[in-house]
């Protein structure tokens, strides 16, 4: 296969200042992490994101986990979770005991509703992660999230790709109990490949994160006359509504946080470039009836995917035309969780999610990273333009 473009694992690329900054923490005498530039990502995280507390930490995944931690499963518990996502947005949850009820999508927006969460409900529903996939800020979170506080479950919201996504203002990620998110190298922003946020708004959780985030460290509760008794600092169980948790070392350096923060102020225009973009690419193909975009105007959408549907099961046919013949690597993305063998062996292959199902088996992701060239991008714009007209 001779690839002119690839689908790139690269969101961005670096500016010269942003480079300077990461070398600048290197070359410095101060910490490499748990420093000032920690502190100062996670107020800048908090002013751009709406968040009342932000804990930054090596992944997005870390912050699932510690988030399961935080949801205190008990024998027997469920969480509602998409089957249409990425796989981290759930494992961590089935890790802390929990057994994963499978919602189906919106076939036009590719996200859960509340009522396909309404139809997961029980009486042993214990949470509700929702994902805002693809970039697209889930439209009824605000109703989801009064429908989970009404029946008191806890909301996850996993922004990993839906970062700078809004709806009327409001952020997503300040919806739920806990919100997700990634800098991981293919995401809107990345610090150096690895990186995530975890948020909360409740005091209960902040107060122990930094233990449960870092090893349980934590400080004394009483006045020492020498700094090194008993020890140089306390280790701890973290504890949360009487119950103990175990902690982690899920800490992110201080040059990734520090360019974190630099990242943050050029987030809104890197959106608002790949929305542009990706509404090109939409309309100039409107009058192809194969395929079938989520077109969405507002920052409601990042775009940080750019997905659609195939009608007619030509999707195969687009793909092999797409690949072999004008070199142009798409890829299917979200495998229904439901149907790895890492679900299926635990007992959690079944899921009712006709939709999920319908879009996954006729679904193509063209490469649209950030840094696409103009050259690039025309191209792959002429090139599905003949593919279509070819199939
Ligand atoms: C929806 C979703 N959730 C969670 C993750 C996990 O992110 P990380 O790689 O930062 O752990 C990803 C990453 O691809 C994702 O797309």
């Known amino acids: 296969m001779d690839v002119k473009i690839n689908f790139s694992g690269r969101g961005h690329k670096y500016t010269k200042q942003e480079q300077e900054l990461v070398a600048e923490v290197m070359n410095s005498d101060e910490n490499l992490t748990q420093g000032r530039h920690k502190d100062a990502f996670e107020d800048a995280f908090c002013r751009y994101n709406g968040n009342r507390f932000a804990f930054s930490v090596c992944n997005a995944t870390a912050a699932l986990e510690m988030a399961a931690q935080m949801c205190l499963f008990e024998e027997g518990d469920e969480v509602i979770a998409p089957s249409h996502t990425f796989t981290s947005s759930v494992y961590p949850f089935v890790k802390k005991g929990a057994k994963p009820v499978w919602a189906d999508i919106d076939f036009q927006t590719r996200v859960v509703t509340l009522e396909s969460i309404k139809k997961c409900m029980g009486p042993k529903t214990k949470a509700i992660i929702v994902v805002h996939l693809y970039g697209y800020m889930i439209p009824e979170i605000e109703q989801i999230a009064q429908f989970a506080k009404e029946n008191g479950v806890l909301l996850i919201e996993d922004v990993a790709q839906a970062m700078g996504t809004e709806i009327e203002g409001k952020k997503a990620g300040t919806f739920g109990d806990f919100g997700i998110f990634s800098f991981h190298s293919h995401k809107n922003i990345t610090t150096l490949g690895e990186g995530g946020m975890l948020t909360v708004g409740e005091q209960k959780y902040a107060d122990i994160i930094p233990m449960l985030r870092h090893n349980g460290h934590c400080g004394y509760d009483f006045e020492r006359e020498h700094y090194w008794k008993p020890a140089m600092g306390n280790v701890d169980l973290p504890m949360l509504d009487g119950k103990v948790l175990m902690p982690n070392n899920y800490c992110l350096g201080e040059a990734e946080c520090a360019l974190g923060t630099k990242l943050l102020g050029r ?125």
């Open 267 to 391: 987030l809104d225009e890197m959106n608002a470039t790949k929305r542009k973009r990706a509404l090109r690419f939409i309309d100039e193909l409107s009058e192809f009836d194969d395929l079938e975009f989520h077109r969405v105007e507002s920052k409601q959408h990042n775009y940080h995917l750019l997905a659609a549907y195939v009608k007619n099961g030509k999707r195969d046919e687009l793909m092999s035309k797409l690949a072999f013949e004008k070199g142009i690597k798409c890829v299917v993305q979200y495998y229904p969780l439901n149907r790895y063998p890492l679900y299926e062996k635990l007992g959690f292959g079944q899921a009712d999610c006709p939709n999920t199902d319908e879009f996954f088996d006729n679904m193509i992701s063209f490469p649209f990273h950030l840094w696409m060239s103009e050259n690039d991008f025309e191209y792959m714009l002429k090139a599905t333009k003949e593919a279509l007209l070819e199939i």
